[in-house]
């Protein structure tokens, strides 16, 4: 029984193919295309003011040579947004929850920001792995567990997005399964067990997002130091 709970977890496949990459293509279909018209719908409307309130937002603690990533931090955070709300719908998969690609996003764009930051101040970049007064004896000792943490980031991006996302679908399984349960012998606390079911379901969306959101925001810090 336990089993079942983590198959959710597993990328589905048809016909042998894995259906992941149906999975990650279809939030780029599901959005509105811009027109050329002063005038747009509301949907278009509401896209585009999300997206410039994103955009300012996440660009306020960076300088201008930050600003060159504006399109791609923007569109890795409404990608990922759309990808985990997807995922709360029943019987679909979440591209997410796989460590695999999690990792994927994370380790080529923390090492993009690394190598920026190497490539255009290489004497701060290095100098974030020794903090100015450090002791002469705790030097060694400091670049190593500065350096540890420089390369446990990615790890961590990957991780944290990963971990509550799981965790989130296990609860909401969890508790489905309950209410299931309780509903022939107890149906009132089948009722009370739905009741939280549900507001659980909205603190998942919440999470969805929010995940979606610090994923971006701390790839942007990192970006603001080498930059």
């Known amino acids: 029984m336990m089993m079942s709970f983590f198959d959710q977890f597993t990328s589905p496949f048809y016909l042998g193919v894995p259906l992941i990459a149906i999975a990650i293509a279809l939030p780029w279909v599901l959005y509105p295309t811009p027109s050329s018209r002063w005038i747009n719908n509301r949907l278009t409307t509401i896209q585009g003011w999300f997206i410039n309130r994103f955009t300012n937002q996440l660009l306020l603690p960076l300088n201008t040579g930050g600003h060159k990533w504006a399109m791609l931090l923007a569109s890795l955070m409404i990608f990922m947004i759309t990808i ?9 998969f979440t591209p997410t929850t ?6 994927g ?4 764009l923390w090492l993009a ?5 190497m490539r255009n101040q290489p004497t701060i970049a290095l100098g974030h792995l020794l903090p ?9 000792v400091l ?4 350096t540890i943490s420089l390369f446990i980031r990615p790890l961590a991006l990957g991780v944290r997005l990963t ?3 799981t965790a989130g679908h296990l609860l909401i399984q969890l508790i489905a399964t309950a ?3 309780l509903m022939p012998m107890m149906p009132a606390m089948a009722i009370l067990t739905a009741t939280v079911l549900f507001l659980l379901t909205l603190l998942e969306v919440a999470v969805a997002m929010i995940q979606a959101y610090v994923f971006v925001l701390l790839l942007s810090l990192y970006l603001q130091e080498n930059v």
């Open 113 to 117: 920001t690394v190598i920026i930051g």
């Open 98 to 103: 796989q460590l695999s690609l999690n990792m």
């Open 163 to 165: 971990a509550n996302l």
């Open 132 to 140: 100015e007064g450090t002791p002469i004896l705790l030097i060694p």
């Open 143 to 146: 670049i190593i567990i500065e």
């Open 105 to 108: 996003f994370a380790v080529p």
């Open 84 to 92: 985990n709300m997807l995922g709360l719908l029943p019987y679909t």
């Open 179 to 181: 209410v299931f349960v």
